[in-house]
C-alpha cells in the first residue's frame, strides 16, 4: 500500500439506513463470461427494468471504464488483476449507498472475482455466469475480435490465447446462446426477488 498517513472517515447514514428509505437492498450483480457472450446487453437491459420498477441502479461496464478510470491499463494478467480491483473497489462504494450494481466485465480469472466478493461481508456480491458457447460468440463478435485474435492481430485475447476460467459456484448461470435477452433478464429478476434484494409490491412500483 503506497498511501500513507490516511484515515477512513465514516458517514453518519449508514447502509441499511439508505435501504429502508429508499425500499429496496442494494447489491453487486458481477455478470462474468466470454467476449459477446452478452453481458452489456443484458446489464443494460436489466438496469431499464430495474429503474423503470422504482430501483437506485447502475452499469459499470467494462468498456466505457477504459475510457475513464482504467484508460491506463492494457490486457495483460497484471493489468486485468488491477481492472477488476479497481471496479470492485467502485462497486463496493455505490453499494454502501444503497444501490443495485450491475458490472459487465469478462474477468477470466476466479481469483481476480473471488477478491471482488470478499470485499463484500453481507451476502450483497451476487456472481452470475453469462454462458455462451464459444463459437456462438465467434458467430456474433460485433467489434471483430474474435478473428482479430485469430489472425494474431490482438494478444492475450480471452477464450483464444488467454485462458477463461469458467465460476465454480456462481448464484446464477444465464446461457444467452439458449435464451432470448428478455428470458435471461426475466431469470435474473426473478432470482433477485426470491433473494429479497427486491421486493413485490404492485402498490409502490415496485416489481
Not at 453518519?12 to 425500499?23: M, R, S, V, Y
Not at 463470461?33 to 447502475?58: I, M, N, P
Not at 479497481?86 to 481476480?112: C, H, N, Q, W
Not at 490482438?154 to 446461457?175: C, D, H, N, Q, R
Request: aromatic fraction near 8%.
Amino acid at each position: 500500500m503506497k498511501s500513507t498517513n490516511i484515515k477512513w472517515h465514516r458517514s453518519k447514514i449508514t447502509t441499511p439506513e439508505i435501504e429502508d428509505k429508499q425500499g429496496h437492498k442494494g447489491c453487486v450483480l458481477w455478470f462474468t463470461g466470454l467476449s459477446a457472450s452478452g453481458k452489456s446487453t443484458l446489464a443494460v437491459e436489466l438496469e431499464r427494468r430495474l429503474f423503470d420498477s422504482g430501483h437506485r441502479v447502475t452499469v459499470l461496464d467494462g468498456d466505457n471504464v477504459r475510457h475513464g478510470l482504467n484508460k491506463n491499463l492494457g490486457f495483460s494478467q497484471e493489468d486485468r488483476e488491477e481492472n477488476i480491483r479497481r471496479i470492485s473497489e467502485v462497486a463496493k462504494l455505490f453499494r454502501a449507498v444503497g444501490m443495485i450494481v450491475i458490472t459487465a466485465f469478462i474477468s477470466p480469472y476466479r481469483r481476480d472475482r473471488d477478491m471482488a466478493r470478499a470485499l463484500f461481508n453481507d451476502n450483497s456480491f451476487k456472481e452470475f455466469y453469462v454462458k455462451c458457447n464459444i463459437d456462438e460468440c465467434k458467430k456474433r463478435d460485433p467489434k471483430g475480435l474474435y478473428q482479430k485474435a485469430i489472425d494474431g492481430v490482438i494478444k492475450e485475447f480471452t477464450g483464444i490465447s488467454a485462458p477463461y476460467e469458467a465460476p465454480e459456484t456462481p448464484e446464477l448461470v444465464v446461457e444467452t446462446d439458449k435464451n432470448d435477452i428478455e428470458t435471461c433478464v426475466n431469470q435474473i429478476i426473478e432470482y433477485l426477488k426470491e433473494s429479497k434484494v427486491i421486493d413485490i409490491n404492485g402498490d409502490s412500483g415496485i416489481i
